[in-house]
Nanobody, 126 residues
Framework: QVQLVESGGGLVQAGGSLRLSCAASGRTFTSRVMGWFRQAPGKEREFVAAIGWSGGNTVYADSVKGRFTISRDNAKNTMYLQMNTLKPEDTAVYYC???????????????????WGQGTQVTVSS
């Protein structure tokens, strides 16, 4: 079992920045692909970014490419999402997620992830 806790959300003006953190506890963190998804009111949960075991393999949604950076610190069992040049359309609840152990694919489908955090609200005002 893995427990995931997000933090770092808040209210920011358009053009601003936020850094989200995801702290993992429980079983092995290192051999899991990790990801961020988001869900806006009335919309489906959508992929934002994902990162492989060592942090060298990353994938981004087109909508955030060049603005967001995903990273992980395996020594601290923590993943991050640095969000720059935020736009009102980035407003959503952001969820941290993890695959099962020894999963290789840096997936963009939410169905490939097993564990989810409770989410953190990000609101970008215009």
């Amino acid at each position: 079992q893995v427990q995931l806790v997000e933090s770092g959300g808040g209210l920011v003006q358009a053009g601003g920045s936020l850094r989200l953190s995801c702290a993992a506890s429980g079983r092995t963190f290192t051999s899991r692909v990790m990801g961020w998804f988001r869900q806006a009111p009335g919309k489906e949960r959508e992929f934002v970014a994902a990162i492989g075991w060592s942090g060298g393999n990353t994938v981004y949604a087109d909508s955030v490419k060049g603005r967001f950076t995903i990273s992980r610190d395996n020594a601290k069992n923590t993943m991050y999402l640095q969000m720059n040049t935020l736009k009102p359309e980035d407003t959503a609840v952001y969820y941290c997620t993890a695959t099962v152990e020894n999963y290789y694919r840096v997936a963009i489908s939410l169905y490939e992830y097993r564990y989810w955090g409770q989410g953190t609200q990000v609101t970008v005002s215009s």
